[in-house]
């Protein structure tokens, strides 16, 4: 079974301009969570998507948007791009909400922001 | 203070060394705990997950649960140098906001030489 992809891998953009990553979640999987890593920060909470719905919100401003399609593809797109959200962003899938729900990680985008 | 605390190393050990990792947390909410290891440049990959208190083994790895002081370790036996990444602890509640998302520690990056 294929495991969570993420595209695209690598991405370099300028301050103000805006950005949209892409996550493909493993078959079968209907929760979609995303995460910014930062070596300041660690791992941190963006928000989790269920049925299409936003279930779950960290703590980031208002640029920071996705949304999830009724594949469960899910997108997350960064507005007005500042130099602190050069990060690795990680999607990560599960069955469903659970917490006997493993989330399992793909290998991110890494985001550059000039 | 952060809901997860977790010593960001770096760990340096010989080759067939234990090693002992650890995090401790605040939120009583949390009843399932994880340790993931993440190599550079790569996601985070589930390497061990519990759910009660007590030790649960798996080949080199242990991962052990102290709910009533609220702490989590992570023993690797025999460490080898394929061991060498950076082990992040992560946690999740049953209900309410932690339902979703990880809590995750800082991470602690190891480093096993021959």
């Known amino acids: 079974k294929a495991g969570v992809t993420q595209t695209p891998r690598y991405l370099i953009k300028t301050r103000g301009q805006q950005v949209t990553l892409s996550c493909s979640p493993i078959s079968g999987h209907r929760s979609v969570s995303w995460y910014q890593q930062t070596p300041g920060q660690g791992l941190q909470f963006l928000f989790e998507y269920f049925s299409e719905t936003q279930r779950n919100k ?3 401003p208002g640029r920071f948007s996705g949304r999830q ?19 690795l962003y990680l999607c990560a899938s599960s069955l469903g909400r659970s917490g006997t729900d493993t989330q399992y990680f793909g290998p991110g985008t890494r985001l550059t922001v000039l | 203070q952060k809901e997860v605390e977790q010593d ?7 080759e067939g060394a234990i090693v002992s990792l650890n995090c401790t947390y605040s939120n009583s909410a949390f009843q399932y705990f994880m340790w993931y290891r993440q190599y550079s440049r790569k996601g ?3 390497l061990m997950y519990t759910y009660s208190s007590g030790n649960k083994e798996d080949g080199r790895f242990t991962a052990q649960v102290d709910k009533s002081s609220k702490y989590i370790s992570l023993f690797i036996r025999d460490s080898q140098p394929s061991d060498s990444a950076t082990y992040l602890c992560a946690m999740r509640g049953g209900g309410g906001s932690t339902l979703g998302r990880l809590y995750f520690g800082r991470g602690t ?6």
Not at chain 1, 74 to 85: I, K, Q, R, W
Not at chain 2, 8 to 14: A, D, M
């Open chain 2, 8 to 14: 960001p190393g770096p760990l340096s050990v010989p």
């Open chain 2, 44 to 46: 985070p990959e589930l």
């Open chain 1, 58 to 60: 960290g703590n980031f």
């Open chain 2, 109 to 114: 990056q190891l480093t096993v030489w021959p």
């Open chain 1, 69 to 87: 399609f009724s594949n469960s593809r899910s997108e997350m797109n960064v507005s007005t791009l500042e130099l602190g959200d050069s990060a």
